[in-house]
């Protein structure tokens, strides 16, 4: 069914997507188009691009759209993923809100999938507590998926996905075995709450924070929305905040509200004193 149809048909679908969600689905990926939709279209029993697109232009048709932009999202993700954040994250960034006497810090996870990233963020979190006791962190999850936030709620992990860029350490540390699965600890979650939020909208409601991870999804979206959602965090920051990217993304073109900052693990950007 997918791979027939026409490039207005593609074209079509390609608006549908970057409308939704920012994704841009570039003119080499028809292969994803069928491997990723095939079985839903077949399961709501459309027949073509088009009637796809037809169908989710309709009022009503929320559940269809969901359904389209999960299967056509990335939820690839692991833990502590490119390891340098998390050492930034305890050696420069606490350090230096110890400095300035702020103990209570907010952290967005912005698209943090099925919660490796935020869980992270709060083991590293823990540990730093151990030797610097009164530390206290809260991070705000938030993903375009609500399945996936629900996944990510659960925090239960098959042993595939616990294996990747977990420690034995921090294995035992911070999950109990649930069946065949292991669960993230009651003290690790609690630092965590979750919500939904779509980085096209409005992030008023989640407040500001003194960092922003935002990692692994802004590859996907067109220099415009880029810096759309870069220059709209640069407003969700307290004064001086950190933004931390994917290890292969920069920001230079996109947004002059950000200061690069190297440290020894790895470069992050910092909010740039006039804003
Ligand atoms: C590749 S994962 C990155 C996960 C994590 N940040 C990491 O680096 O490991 C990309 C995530 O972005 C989410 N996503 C895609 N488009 C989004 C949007 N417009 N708003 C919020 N989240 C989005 C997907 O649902 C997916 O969970």
Redo the contacts with the bound molecule.
């Keep these: 069914m997918t791979t027939c149809y026409t490039p207005d048909e593609y074209k079509n679908f390609q608006k549908f997507l970057e409308d ?4 841009v689905l570039g003119e080499n990926k028809h292969y994803l188009v069928s491997s990723r939709l095939n079985r839903l279209m077949r399961e709501s029993q459309i027949d073509s691009l088009q009637s796809l697109v037809d169908a989710l232009s309709k009022l009503g048709a929320t559940g269809l759209r969901t359904k389209v ?2 299967a056509m ?6 833990w502590f ?1 490119d390891t340098y954040p998390f050492e930034v994250l305890s050696k420069v960034i606490f350090e230096e809100y110890k400095k300035e006497r702020k103990s209570a810090l907010r952290i967005w ?6 919660g ?2 935020p869980y992270s963020i709060s083991m590293i979190a823990d540990e730093y507590a151990m030797h610097n006791p009164g530390f206290q962190l809260e991070v705000v999850a ?4 609500q399945s ?1 936030l629900n996944d990510a709620k659960e925090a239960k992990y098959d042993a595939l996905a616990l294996a990747r860029g977990l420690s034995e350490e921090r294995k035992r540390r911070y999950f109990s075995a649930i069946g065949n699965e292991w669960q993230v600890n009651a003290k690790i979650r609690s630092r965590v709450s979750f919500r939904e ?5 409005n992030y008023a409601p989640l407040g500001k924070f003194d960092v922003i ?5 802004l590859i ?2 067109s220099a415009e929305s880029k810096s759309d959602i870069l220059n709209r965090m640069a407003k969700s920051l307290n004064p001086r905040g950190f933004l931390i990217l ?1 290890a292969s993304e920069s920001i230079a073109q996109y947004c002059d509200a950000f200061e690069m900052v190297r440290a020894s693990a790895g470069v992050v950007y910092r909010l740039k004193p006039a804003y």
């Design positions: 939704a969600c920012g994704i932009v999960e999202t990335t939820n690839e993700t692991l993923r996870s912005a698209a943090c999938s099925s490796q990233e938030t993903d375009i998926s996936i939020n779509n980085l096209l909208q991870f935002c990692r692994n999804v996907y979206f994917g």
